[in-house]
T-cell receptor
Framework: NAGVTQTPKFRILKIGQSMTLQCTQD?????MYWYRQDPGMGLKLIYY???????DKGEVPNGYNVSRSTTEDFPLRLELAAPSQTSVYFC??????????????FGPGTRLTVL | GNSVTQMEGPVTLSEEAFLTINCTYT??????LFWYVQYPGEGLQLLLK?????DKGSNKGFEATYRKETTSFHLEKGSVQVSDSAVYFC??????????????FGKGTKLSVKP
């Protein structure tokens, strides 16, 4: 199993550009999540999905969109990049909800810089 | 709302020293508690977890006990190694309103172990 994979690893965008961060998992997990990690801060949830076709907003969704057409893929879309979106983005997945103590598996991250 | 507070870093220790990283939480209900570790340039990995009061999670020589009376989940290791140098995140998850299975993270504590 590859686990959770993310592409690209690094990206530099100009203000106003758009891009899609890709996330794929091969563990047949229903739950998938997108987090951003800012320096000296913990991770903040952007969007999450409880299954194909179902997505919902997390704590910091503004400026982002997601879709979940398959169990495996959960892409994150930035439409009009802004410097405030400079961050490291992590995708994660889990089999069941965390309240049951189930582990979230994280991808290696995408480091995005918006200039 | 739900939150996690962990001690500020960075923490610098000599090899074989005793480690404690404090973590306290605020939550409604009965959350599950986690410690994740992030090695340089990598995503987060689950280190240990506890799902109910008085549970002790342990892994790789690290331990943490779920203390409901003090709302704490402090991470300890008796003898650290250089290879333990990383950022450690305390997190909680529970059946509260909002994102299902979402993890609420502390800001992270960077540990550096010197030979």
């Amino acid at each position: 199993n590859a686990g959770v994979t993310q592409t690209p690893k690094f990206r530099i965008l100009k203000i106003g550009q758009s891009m899609t961060l890709q996330c794929t998992q091969d563990m047949n997990h229903n739950y998938m999540y997108w987090y951003r990690q800012d320096p000296g801060m913990g991770l903040k949830l952007i969007y999450y999905s409880v299954g194909a076709g179902i997505t919902d907003k997390g704590e910091v969704p503004n400026g982002y969109n997601v879709s979940r057409s398959t169990t495996e893929d959960f892409p994150l879309r930035l439409e009009l990049a802004a410097p405030s979106q400079t961050s490291v983005y992590f995708c994660a997945s889990s089999y069941r909800v965390g309240s049951l103590g189930n582990e979230q598996f994280f991808g290696p991250g995408t480091r995005l810089t918006v200039l | 709302g739900n939150s996690v507070t962990q001690m500020e870093g960075p923490v610098t220790l000599s090899e074989e020293a005793f480690l404690t990283i404090n973590c306290t939480y605020t939550a409604t209900g009965y959350p599950s508690l986690f410690w994740y570790v992030q090695y340089p340039g990598e995503g987060l990995q689950l280190l240990l977890k506890a799902t109910k009061a008085d549970d002790k999670g342990s892994n790789k020589g690290f331990e943490a006990t779920y203390r409901k009376e003090t709302t704490s989940f402090h991470l300890e290791k008796g003898s650290v190694q250089v290879s333990d140098s990383a950022v450690y995140f305390c997190a909680l998850s529970g059946d509260y309103g909002g994102s299902q299975g979402n993890l609420i993270f502390g800001k992270g504590t960077k540990l550096s172990v010197k030979p």
